[in-house]
């Protein structure tokens, strides 16, 4: 087991001091053990090897830490314990330290202290650790001799004790060094990446009992095992990388969850002028506290993230002259304010979050006495978030300028923050939040620094204008304006909260679609394409009426209403969309007026979006700024959604026979399977292998046997139906997933394969080159439900009938096919 944390070469002198004393003993001790095994037989030898060989095989496993480190787990556990067994204490000491040392020049170790601790290190815990062992088992005396112990609960407790305290020490010894270097806490950092690697060390030591019962020739016989040991690692290797990228895309939605959050409390955090970047702040201030307060509960800590920066989204119900009020309010107009957190908590009621962030939200303005508002909760009764959150949210606006006051102190606003101990806010978390303010405030310049100001001075403008065009009718206009606000926001929320959960093109375009027809009417809506050659528009996705003909659409860039968009990279309001329909009288009749924003992101295009209305001039200012600001969002969609499925069809195809390749397979046949279970029909597996295709390759070369190998993909497709699947598995082998074929209708399939097949003539310099194929087959779910065990059985069926063919070829009368210049072909 070896860390991969990073760490500083500067230390302090208690970090040297360990360093130095770990790396002085294990020399030694090494050294001590070396003298002692050259006094013995060599035999040991080959178990070093194998022990170095072991260490190739390693699988490195990312931990629970926040640093992105990993554990580099490898076979070696195995071969440690069994020197131990076989060999006693000192070859144990050799095999060890010989082990981790060519692992270190291996994984290129940085740092030469990094080597000698990690090797020294291991050699003091193997010594400790025999020494325990021989001592409860034998009273000293070592090795263990062959053959199956006499006491075997005395075997199994001696080495249990010498199993626990090497994976203690070693790994203790290691996370120390660690937490010395990085001033982390030691037991979270062992707990987080070294508890659960005990596994792979029990193991180990099972491994090496087993291997105490083998003969006297043990050492080969190890040799023979090894085979089975290297194919429960590449399992498991493989499986682990299927984790690695599941948790990757994980981590990636996550990502894309609080990017949304983000956007939306820009656009919040903007409807107030002069708070901009106030929920960055809170958030960094709330989450800096529950850390400090130890909330350790994911859940709590999602729910507060998100909560901060959404504490204030029921503002968007408070008329603008309220929140930028230069003078105090007054009652009327603060209980208008006081309905903000209800307002927030219904809005995003209607979203369902995984984490507590509606009860924050909503209760974040409660007081600890029970004079707060909206449900006057008190004490513990208020939500733990919601007490953080409101420590947060008071002191950051005490520290920011507002309409009626400039900015004030950190002394005067911590003063304010500590009076309302016990009143307002939870006196235990007010006591934290003082005590570490320098460190908060510096976790909240950093976010500070991180926001996009020229944007948000862009939205701050524009929130500023609008409010000065409708001064006079403030009062008639100002709750439909809250309204249309409202809607808007929810809108425009769901769509960034729903456009990234689906990476399929026509999804992401539907949605989009969707969530637009929510805001903005259209009687059809298209979302054009470019193509490659960057010359031509192409409809990829149609909603409404006539979607069926507007589908068919396809443009050149400067052609029509939507052409004429993207080449000048400029959207157009109302134009008549007759020009984007020149080859339909009923599409020019259906439609008056269109919306057309291209599809861009920083500058380069992607498509547009059109929408059509039944009406004349159906479409106001408002609507174009609503459809570009959905085009922004929808062109990275789009455009992701393109690159993804592009990827992802390389990723799964067979680059030389086009035909899907065993990466597809497994996820098609599990997909497959929980259909055919659901609709109770059967599949049918294939298992195609080539006969005589080594003898094409060494006769005319790999170009010759490739488009062999390209033909007879060719051959496969048109035998199988259009609802089958064959894949390209490795190699000359080839499977095929018969969808609702029973074991009869894949014979018949098989049999028209080979004769397709045998029948086949490759020409090559006037030469016909034939090649055979043997094929098995297995039927789910008669012979079994699970997909490898299934195509396991298929290709054991595949050999028995590769043994019938070359049988029966055997008793026939050769055959030579003559080419076209009169040559046997060979």
């Not at 962030?357 to 707060?372: A, N």
């Amino acid at each position: 087991m070896v860390s991969k944390q990073e760490v500083s070469p500067s230390f302090s002198l208690t970090t040297k001091a360990y360093i130095y004393s770990v790396n002085v003993v294990g020399c030694g001790v090494l050294a001590f053990s070396l003298y002692q095994v050259s006094r013995s037989s060599w035999e040991w030898i080959f178990l070093a090897a194998l022990a170095s060989m072991g260490g190739f095989f390693s699988v490195k496993v990312p931990t629970r830490g926040e640093r992105g480190d990993s554990v580099t787990l490898t076979l070696s556990d195995v071969f440690i314990y069994v020197a131990i067994l076989w060999y006693g204490p000192h070859t144990a000491v050799v095999i060890s330290a010989l082990d981790t040392l060519l692992g270190n020049l291996r994984n290129r170790q940085r740092g030469l202290y990094k080597i000698l601790f990690n090797f020294s290190n291991l050699a003091i815990t193997t010594l400790i650790a025999s020494k325990i062992f021989y001592h409860f088992y034998s009273e000293g005396r070592f090795p263990v001799n062959p053959g199956p112990p006499q006491d075997v609960m005395k075997l199994f407790i001696a080495l249990g004790v010498s199993s626990i305290t090497l994976f203690l020490l070693n790994s203790g010894s290691v996370a120390l060094a660690i937490c010395l270097v990085t001033k982390t806490k030691l037991l979270e950092l062992w707990r987080n990446n070294f508890l659960w690697t005990s596994l792979t060390n029990f193991a180990g030591a099972a491994a090496a009992i087993v291997l105490l019962y083998l003969p006297k020739e043990r050492i080969y016989f190890v040799a023979v095992t090894v085979p089975i040991v290297l194919m429960i690692y590449f399992t498991y290797k493989v499986y682990l990388e299927n984790i690695t990228q599941a948790k990757k895309h994980v981590q990636e939605l996550n990502e894309l969850y609080h990017s949304t959050i983000s956007s939306l409390a820009m656009a919040i955090d903007a409807k107030d002028q002069t708070t901009h970047g106030h929920v960055r702040r809170v958030q960094s201030f709330a989450l800096g506290l529950a850390e400090l307060a130890g909330v350790k509960d994911e859940n709590e800590l999602e729910g507060l993230r998100a909560a901060s920066l959404l504490h204030d989204v029921g503002k968007l119900a408070i008329p603008e002259y309220i929140l930028n009020k230069p003078t105090a309010l007054t009652p009327a107009e603060f209980q208008k304010m006081q309905v903000h957190p209800n307002v927030g908590a219904d809005i995003l009621s209607s979203v369902n979050f995984p984490f507590p962030v509606v009860p924050t939200v909503k209760h974040h303005h409660e007081k600890w006495d029970g004079t707060g508002y909206p449900d006057a909760l008190e004490g513990e009764n208020i939500p733990l978030g919601a007490r953080i959150l409101a420590i947060a949210d008071c002191y950051d606006a005490l520290r920011s300028d507002r309409p009626y006051r400039a900015e004030l102190s950190r002394e005067i606003a911590l003063d304010y923050i500590q009076k309302e101990a016990a009143k307002s806010y939870d006196p235990e978390l007010v006591h934290l939040f003082a005590g570490n303010i320098e460190m908060l405030e510096e976790r909240a310049r950093k976010a500070d620094a991180s926001l996009p100001e020229k944007v948000m001075k862009s939205i701050g403008a524009s929130v500023a204008a609008e409010v000065s065009s409708r001064k006079k009718h403030i009062e008639a206009t100002v709750f439909h304006d809250i309204a249309a606000s409202h809607k808007e926001i929810q809108a425009m929320y769901e769509l960034s909260q729903n456009v990234g959960k689906s990476l399929n093109v026509s999804e992401t375009m539907a949605i989009v679609a969707s969530r637009i027809k929510n805001i903005i009417p259209y009687s059809a809506c298209g979302i054009f394409l470019i193509d490659s050659g960057g010359d031509k528009l192409s409809c990829f996705y149609t909603a409404g009426a006539h979607a069926e003909q507007i589908e068919k659409l396809h443009l050149a860039v400067g052609e029509g209403v939507s052409g004429w968009v993207v080449a000048n990279n400029q959207p157009i309001l109302n134009a008549s969309p007759a020009a984007d329909f020149a080859e339909s009288r009923q599409l020019q009749n259906s439609f008056k007026s269109c919306l057309s924003v291209p599809l861009s992101i920083e500058g380069s295009l992607v498509g547009v979006i059109s929408l059509y209305s039944e009406f004349p001039k159906n479409y106001s200012q408002d609507h174009l700024r609503l459809l570009e600001t959905i085009s922004r969002q929808a062109a990275i969609a789009i455009n992701n959604s393109l690159i993804f499925e592009e990827t992802q069809e390389d990723a799964f195809t067979d680059v030389l026979t086009g035909l899907p390749n065993s990466r597809y397979l497994y996820i098609f046949l599990d997909q497959e399977f929980r259909r055919a279970e659901r609709l109770n029909y059967p599949v049918s597996i294939l298992v195609m292998d080539l006969e005589k295709f080594k003898a094409v390759n060494d006769n005319y070369g790999h170009q010759v046997g490739d488009r062999m190998l390209v033909e007879i993909s060719h051959i496969l497709r048109n035998q199988m139906r259009k609802s089958d699947t064959c894949v390209r598995y490795a190699g000359d082998e080839f499977v095929a997933v018969l969808s609702g074929a029973n074991r009869r209708q894949a014979e018949d399939n098989t049999s028209r394969i080979q004769n397709a097949v045998d029948n086949h003539d490759l020409i090559v310099d006037n030469f016909r080159i034939r090649v055979g194929i043997s094929v098995g087959c297995a039927t789910f779910p008669d012979d079994g439900r699970d997909a490898q065990m299934l195509i396991a059985l298929a290709d054991q069926n595949m050999y028995a009938d590769k043994l019938r063919r070359t049988n029966r070829k055997l008793k026939s009368k050769p055959r030579k096919v003559i080419s076209f210049d009169g040559r046997p072909s060979g």
